[in-house]
Nanobody, 127 residues
Framework: QARLVESGGGLVQTGGSKRLSCAAS????????IGWYRQAPGKEREGLAC?????????YYVDSVKGRFTISRDNDKNTVYLQMNSLKPEDTAVYYC???????????????????WGQGTQVTVSS
């Protein structure tokens, strides 16, 4: 069964770092664009970053994480990463990865229930 599995969450202090992983199981994500998202309690899910397929691997970020978060991919490991630095308490959320099955990030901020999502991993930043 094809699925995305996030890992790497946990508790971290303000100013610390975390690297999240999004591993594909049952399919190759080499030709898929992958996005990272988060949802904090009581808030809507928000898109954070996206990386296009292995064809070019271009990256996109929303302003709130630009300069602090880095998305990357290791196609040999069938995994996409989100390196998060200078973490703040407001970064506390459940983090998800997703794909719409295509190679472009053009609409990643609008990916939703019809697309493919992992189960999420909790990141808690203590003050």
């Amino acid at each position: 069964q094809a699925r995305l599995v996030e890992s790497g969450g946990g508790l971290v202090q303000t100013g610390g770092s975390k690297r999240l992983s999004c591993a594909a199981s049952g399919f190759s994500l080499r030709y898929d664009a992958i996005g990272w998202y988060r949802q904090a309690p009581g808030k809507e899910r928000e898109g954070l970053a996206c990386i296009t397929s292995a064809v070019d691997g271009r990256t996109y970020y929303v302003d709130s994480v630009k300069g602090r978060f880095t998305i990357s991919r290791d196609n040999d490991k069938n995994t996409v990463y989100l390196q998060m630095n200078s973490l703040k308490p407001e970064d506390t959320a459940v983090y998800y990865c997703a794909t719409d099955g295509g190679g472009s990030c053009n609409s990643y901020l609008r990916w939703g229930e019809d697309d493919y999502w992992g189960q999420g991993t909790q990141v808690t930043v203590s003050s």
